[in-house]
């Protein structure tokens, strides 16, 4: 199978390749891909040196699948031109997620809605991608109304940059910000730009995307997302309320089982998942799930994951991984 990797010198992309090797996925011939400032450079894959090319090229060498971390704008130009030429693309991007005519994808949660025709398929915002593996099969058996979602996102969402300057703060140099304050010894409520109404982007994604994953619009949603001094990957305090009883034991259980689902949850003796735990791990790890006692049939949930992993890197080729088993790539 010929793959490219569009962005491979990012953050993503990095993490992408670190997880193609570990997973083994089937590569015949590799094509790392970035902008034209990057061409020509040398980055290693299972021990081998690969170069660099651009967008152009790899276009013209008709890869069978293409894996994306690129941005938005490169998303929307270059997409269209791949899945021309007949390459399947798997987007990181925000660009394609809320289209209707392109599948948003959480392999454990929606996978099935996957056609062989779809040439391109959009991977969801890291933030919703945990929470829904982790709800998903709450959702399935007992039905959610509601959730008020609470994040404290790591740094490493927002790129090199933004680790950058948190080495910076820690170190007292002066450097390039990515963020309009400090972020060391701080928590901003500010990820991704502020919209009409007061939310951010990436507020909003977590309210549309769930929506469109979980197939209802009904389930009544509200985000506050915060950026802290942290790198090893998201947390989420999330309130649920379902539409039945529920036993806390059973939500446990039914976690338990849930495939890529760590239950984490024993208060007596401190165990409960940590970014620092996550970190470079595949999982999506949960704990201190506890009954609200203030409103009927509702909980309260943490959930751990790493944002370049799970939340982008993992889930991308976990995609990829389902349509080669369908024999579709």
């Known amino acids: 199978m010929k793959v490219a990797v569009v962005g491979a010198t990012g953050m993503v992309g990095e993490v992408m390749l670190q997880v193609l090797e570990v997973r083994n996925f089937p590569i015949t011939e590799l094509l ?7 061409v020509g ?18 276009v013209a060498a008709k890869p069978d699948l293409a894996l994306f971390s690129a941005g938005g704008q490169t998303s929307l130009d270059w997409a269209p031109r791949f899945a021309a ?3 399947t693309v798997v987007d990181n991007s925000s660009a394609w997620r809320m289209d209707k005519n ?6 454990e949660i929606n996978a099935e809605v996957l056609q062989p025709t779809d040439k391109i398929i959009a991977n969801p915002n890291c933030s919703t991608i945990q929470m829904l593996v982790a709800l998903g099969p709450i959702h399935k058996k007992y039905g959610i109304s509601r959730l008020v979602i609470s994040t404290y996102q790591s740094i490493t969402g927002t790129g090199v940059k933004a680790v950058q300057q948190l080495e910076n703060e820690y170190k007292g140099a002066s450097g390039e910000m990515a ?31 769930t929506h469109k994953i979980l197939g209802d619009d009904t389930i009544g949603i509200t985000a506050t997302a915060v950026r802290i001094p942290v790198v090893g990957g998201h947390s989420e305090a999330v309130n649920v309320q379902l539409k039945t009883s529920f036993e806390v034991i059973d939500l446990q259980k039914l976690l338990h089982q849930s495939a890529g689902v760590v239950v984490q949850d024993q208060p007596e003796t401190n165990t409960y998942p940590m970014p620092i735990y996550a970190a470079g791990k595949d999982a999506v790890f949960v704990g201190r799930i ?29 995609i990829a991984e389902y349509l080669h088993q369908k024999g579709w790539i």
């Open 85 to 87: 030429v007949g390459t």
């Open 290 to 318: 506890r009954r609200d006692f203030s409103q009927d049939n509702t909980f309260n949930i943490w959930i751990v994951s790493d944002n370049l992993r799970k939340g982008a890197a993992t889930n991308t080729i976990q």
């Open 102 to 107: 392109i599948p948003l994808i959480v392999p």
């Open 41 to 58: 450079k040398i980055l290693n894959f299972k021990g081998q040196p690969h170069t660099v090319i651009g967008l152009e090229a790899a």
């Open 179 to 209: 963020y309009p304050y400090p972020i060391h010894r701080n928590a901003l409520p500010h990820c991704d730009v502020f919209q009409e109404g007061g939310y951010t982007k990436e507020e909003l994604k977590l309210v549309n995307e």
């Open 32 to 38: 790392l891909v970035a902008s034209e400032r990057s």
